[in-house]
């Protein structure tokens, strides 16, 4: 099992950037699949950033590419979604998840990751 909780969310202006931020706790002595999805009223979830914390491969959805940066920090084991360049189309609340090997980085809802944070509020305005 593994224990998500995600913290730095806010309301920003366009162009802002904001940083979230993943603790994870339990069974963390070992390799996952991490990663950001979000989901926007009336819209359905979606994978913005993800990561294997075993090699530290990442995938981007093509929106936030050059925006976002997923980043861990393996002794604290915390993961990090770095968001510049914000725009309100960014607008939508970000959950952390996990999922143990197999797993794959691509896009889509991540319907079948096991482990899922909270989320936290993302609000951009123009």
């Known amino acids: 099992q593994v224990q998500l909780v995600e913290s730095g969310g806010g309301s920003v202006q366009a162009g802002g950037s904001l940083r979230l931020s993943c603790a994870a706790s339990g069974s963390t002595d070992r390799n996952y699949c991490m990663g950001w999805f979000r989901q926007a009223p009336g819209k359905g979830r979606e994978g913005v950033a993800l990561?294997?914390?075993?090699?530290?491969?990442?995938f981007y959805t093509d929106s936030v590419k050059g925006r976002f940066t997923i980043s861990q920090d393996n002794a604290k084991k915390i993961l990090y979604l770095q968001m510049n360049s914000l725009k309100p189309e960014d607008t939508a609340t970000y959950y952390c998840?996990?999922?143990?090997?197999?797993?794959?980085?691509?896009?889509?809802?991540?319907?079948?990751?096991?482990?899922w944070g909270q989320g936290t509020q993302v609000t951009v305005s123009s």
């Open positions: 990561i294997y914390t075993g090699d530290e491969d990442t």
């Open positions: 998840a996990a999922e143990p090997p197999p797993c794959v980085l691509r896009s889509g809802a991540g319907t079948n990751w096991d482990y």
